[in-house]
């Protein structure tokens, strides 16, 4: 079982900074999302992607915010100029199929530090 | 629009006690229900959902929950909680145009020995 898998699990950056994370999903998996966890909180919605198209953002994602997902396979999610409030758990997860029934497998995560 | 109310941040329970986890929700169109668990260090892990049918939904772990339409909600329950269930409990909805996932801001277990 391979699972949903994000790279790095931890990252420590100076404010000003741009930084990238990686998800690989679960192959075949055509759904791929990316959602932000702070402590306390729920995960927030940032956008998904069907295959390589990008569906839908969240208003939380200002222009800072970029994520692809060239092939339909692995997504990149990169944060530019980082501000301290980028400090969170940033979550990747994929599903199956794109009914509204299917459940998501989650990553373990990428944990940003703005220093 | 969508959302998710977990009017609870933490719950308390001895072990060998049932265990309840609150969870309303409002959606403008059919409700796909979902609960996940967070143990610490590790992502969050499905247990169970409700799609159409039967209103008590069974899931992983002898976790089950019950849809209450009129209500709006969605409750996690457990005949008997161990210590071991212990975590971060996260209810979620999703409507039937099959977009995002919302997610409830987390309900903390304590189950004591």
């Known amino acids: 079982d391979t699972g949903v898998s994000q790279d790095p699990r931890h990252k420590i950056t100076k404010r000003g900074q741009n930084v990238t994370f990686r998800c690989d999903p679960i192959s075949e998996h055509n759904r791929l999302y990316w959602y932000r966890q702070t402590l306390g909180q729920g995960p927030e919605f940032l956008t998904y992607f069907q295959n390589e198209a990008q569906l839908e953002k969240s208003r939380l994602l200002s222009d800072r915010f970029s994520a692809e997902r060239p092939k339909g396979s692995f997504s990149t999610l990169e944060i530019q100029r980082t501000e301290q409030g980028d400090s969170a758990m940033y979550l990747c997860?994929?599903?199956?199929?794109?009914?509204?029934?299917?459940?998501?497998?989650f990553g373990s995560g990428t944990q940003l530090s703005v220093l | 629009a969508q959302s998710v109310a977990q009017p609870e941040d933490q719950v308390n329970v001895a072990e060998g006690n049932p265990l309840t986890v609150k969870c309303t929700y409002s959606?403008?169109?059919?409700?796909?229900l979902f609960w996940y668990v967070q143990y610490p260090n590790r992502g969050l892990q499905f247990l169970l959902k409700?799609?159409?049918?039967?209103?008590l939904v069974k899931g992983s772990y002898g976790f089950e929950a019950e849809f209450n339409k009129s209500q709006t909600s969605f409750h996690l329950k457990k005949p008997s909680a161990l210590v071991s269930d212990s975590a971060l409990y996260f209810c979620?909805?999703?409507?039937?145009?099959?977009?995002?996932?919302?997610f409830g801001a987390g309900t903390q277990v304590v189950v004591t020995p």
């Open positions: 979620a909805v999703r409507d039937d145009s099959w977009g995002k996932l919302q």
């Open positions: 409700y799609i159409t049918g039967d209103n």
């Open positions: 959606v403008s169109g059919n409700p796909y």
């Open positions: 997860a994929s599903s199956p199929r794109t009914g509204s029934n299917e459940k998501l497998f």
